[in-house]
């Protein structure tokens, strides 16, 4: 797409845009002076002012943008105040975006008089995956005349061009080219990446780079220069707002300022080189072009000395503003949830039992019939095959291509989109097709979804279902049988889910549709069809359509007898999944002396009732199908000892799979590493002689 110049910017836009520079350089100039002060790390939009501000002043209300940690201008452009930007720089409690949770120009924000921001994090090209989401969303909303908008919603991702070499970006790039999204991707090259010259980090600049992407439009600009960055901006923005289809512009610009206030420009860059880029200070090329178009010499300096004015009482007053609460450190790790207590009919008179793998078919078939928010993708989802596992059979060929999708092997965008996609009001179902794959897209969880609700201070929960198919039997091999609920754990501000049979299955499934927050459905093959030899309980008749189970709810499956109980002979067995069947058929051998408890939700976990029970039998094994080296299952048993420990008559005990690094193919060797009903009895017997 070429960028050619026609209209002439008018004088009243070129001295709105001098003053925001203006106030870019001056807010900037005081941050260097108040070093002491301005001790949290920031960066600032010197050199790329006339880009940003072009930019921003083409955005509507309807509109989207992801700014990136230099783009204050952006926002300055959009119509934020200094003083609401340097409250976030300060970390003070009424910073507007994270309530002083996050760095300097990492902006979130649903004001209705403005473009929308979903949550910004400092990861380079992160942003694009997300962001992309929200064009994917609007898309969708488009289609099926979920929402009216009085202009077409465009959405604009800026990035600094060395995090196009991010493989993120890429799976962004080609998801909006191949499905023709309205959204402006802004790259800003200033030629470095922290001190990682352009000559050293990538082949080609982001223009060329792209030119592989059939369906994604490009244009070069000069983003040093406001006019020209205006026009083309301009061009960029009518032509995704009309066309509804995705553009690439790369625009020149450079880095006047510190790449941080932490990594400076003395430490990297030599002072010729400096020099050449001040040169190009956007603000210097504007007030030469107002000089030469006749504007008054006077009238420039006075909006110089009006923007340091405005700036130093900005910084004044943020200074003196209060600071976050310590206790309000724990608000909005969740967002509050509706389903808070189990309702609606589990076992329906007269009902007849189904495998898992149809409750998640019936339970998101009902969900998409009522809610056309509901949409559901990944790989091989679709109607051809139905997921790998059959398990989401038909659902294709009931609701049609656009609400029930296949997806390239992207598991970061997989998982990723969602972000938008949930800002934007949809409740995206998507699935990883095994949980060993589900590592590439560990990035997107960790940075953007589960972080999202606690840095936009309780704004931009991500509300989605990821289903990850899990464990092993049947000799799936190394890269089909993985457990990987510890890592998934870790992350603090998801939901985890690990039903063992179909009317919890259901039950949690539906709970977690109405979730604001994400979920991760982990789902065992083993049990999907009650295969394997002792899983037949996982059929249950299937609850109504009504039923919903809360997370955090765990259950007793199997009472230990209470004249065993008061004589001290009895063990608590805490598991889940597969370990469920374990528990139980281990069970059967120890008449009434063993009482099992099945988890349900791993995040939240129901410890009450864990606490309770082991405290009511003194001895307790935690049981699991991972590798126990450093695993939740660990975790979990140091927190049951530490709560219970004056009730306590042995070590909680933990049990699991062998610490190797995969599950090995064969048959033989795959029943070695696992645990089993075998396994545990012998564990059971050996502490019931405490």
């Avoid at 992207?410 to 949980?435: C, N, R």
């Avoid at 309780?458 to 092993?472: D, E, H, L, T, W």
Wanted: hydrophobic fraction near 35%; include cysteine.
């Amino acid at each position: 797409m070429e960028n050619t110049l026609h209209e002439k910017v008018s004088q009243d836009i070129l001295l709105k845009a001098y003053n925001h520079m203006m106030l870019a350089k001056a807010m900037a100039d005081i941050y260097e002076e108040n070093r002491n002060i301005c001790k949290y790390v920031h960066s600032t939009s010197r050199g790329h002012e006339a880009i940003q501000l072009a930019t921003a002043y083409q955005l509507k209300k309807e509109d989207w943008v992801s700014p990136y940690y230099r783009d204050e201008s952006i926002l300055l452009g959009i119509g934020f105040e200094p003083y609401q930007l340097m409250l976030q720089l300060l970390a003070k409690a009424e910073d507007p975006f994270s309530g002083g949770r996050s760095y300097y120009s990492h902006p979130s924000s649903r004001d209705e008089n403005m473009p929308k921001i979903i949550h910004q994090s400092s990861a380079t090209g992160m942003q694009t995956i997300p962001t992309t989401g929200v064009a994917q969303g609007i898309k969708y909303i488009q289609e099926f005349n979920l929402q009216q908008f009085e202009n077409n919603p465009v959405v604009v991702c800026s990035l600094g061009d060395n995090s196009v070499t991010e493989g993120e970006v890429s799976e962004a790039l080609q998801f909006a080219a191949l499905h023709q999204l309205p959204i402006i991707f802004l790259v800003q090259d200033n030629e470095w990446g922290i001190s990682v010259t352009k000559e050293e980090a990538r082949t080609c600049d982001a223009y060329d780079f792209v030119a592989g992407f059939t369906g994604l439009s490009r244009m070069r600009v000069d983003g040093t220069d406001f006019t020209e960055s205006f026009e083309a901006m301009k061009k960029a923005v009518d032509f995704v707002r009309n066309e509804r289809k995705p553009l690439v512009v790369c625009a020149k610009t450079v880095l006047i300022g510190h790449h941080t206030s932490g990594v400076r420009r003395e430490f990297y860059r030599e002072e010729e080189e400096i020099a050449k880029h001040r040169e190009k200070d956007p603000g210097e090329i504007l007030r030469k072009q107002l000089l030469d178009s006749g504007a008054d010499e006077e009238l420039l300096k006075q909006i110089t000395k009006k923007a340091r004015l405005e700036a130093e009482e900005a910084f004044e007053k943020a200074k003196n503003a209060e600071d976050p609460k310590p206790e309000t450190v724990m608000h909005h790790i969740f967002a509050p949830t509706p389903v808070t207590e189990e309702v609606g009919t589990r076992e329906p008179s007269g009902g007849e039992k189904i495998v898992m793998v149809d409750a998640a078919i019936h339970a998101i078939q009902e969900l998409m019939w009522k809610h056309p928010e509901a949409l559901l993708y990944g790989q091989d989802v679709g109607e051809r095959i139905g997921g790998v596992f059959r398990e989401t059979v038909t659902l294709g060929k009931k609701f049609g291509n656009k609400r029930v999708f296949n997806t390239a092997i992207q598991e970061a965008y997989i998982i990723g989109s969602t972000t938008g996609m949930s800002a934007v009001g949809l409740k995206p179902i998507v699935e990883v097709q095994f949980a060993d794959y589900i590592y590439p897209g560990i990035n997107q969880l960790i940075t953007e979804i589960s972080k999202s609700n606690y840095l936009s201070n309780g704004k931009y929960p991500v509300s989605n279902i990821i289903r990850v198919p899990i464990g092993a039997y049947g000799g799936g091999g190394p890269y089909h049988s993985g457990s990987v609920e510890s890592i998934l754990a870790n992350i603090k501000g998801i939901k985890i889910a690990y039903p063992s049979n179909a009317a919890d299955f259901k039950g949690l499934l539906k709970a977690a549709y109405y979730d604001p927050n994400p979920v991760i459905m982990l789902e065992h093959k083993g049990l999907y069809w009650s295969k394997v030899p002792g899983t037949e309980d996982a059929k249950t008749i299937e609850p109504a359509e009504d039923y919903m189970l809360p997370f955090g709810k765990g259950k007793i499956i199997i009472e230990a007898d209470k004249n065993e109980v008061e004589k001290g002979r009895t063990l608590l067995v805490v598991t889940y999944g597969m370990g469920v069947y374990w528990a139980k058929e281990a069970a059967k051998s120890f008449n009434g002396k063993v009482e099992v408890i099945d988890l349900r939700t791993l995040i939240p976990l129901d410890e009450e009732l864990v606490f309770e029970r082991v405290k009511a039998h003194g001895k307790c094994i935690v049981l699991t199908e991972e590798q126990l080296n450093n695993s939740f299952a660990e975790a979990f048993a140091h927190r049951i000892s530490k709560n219970c420990f004056r009730y306590l008559d042995a070590p909680v005990e933990t049990m699991g799979s062998l610490d190797v690094p995969a599950v090995p193919i064969n048959l033989i060797l795959e029943k070695e590493m696992l645990p089993n009903a075998e396994k545990l009895s012998k564990k059971i017997e050996e502490m019931l002689q405490y």
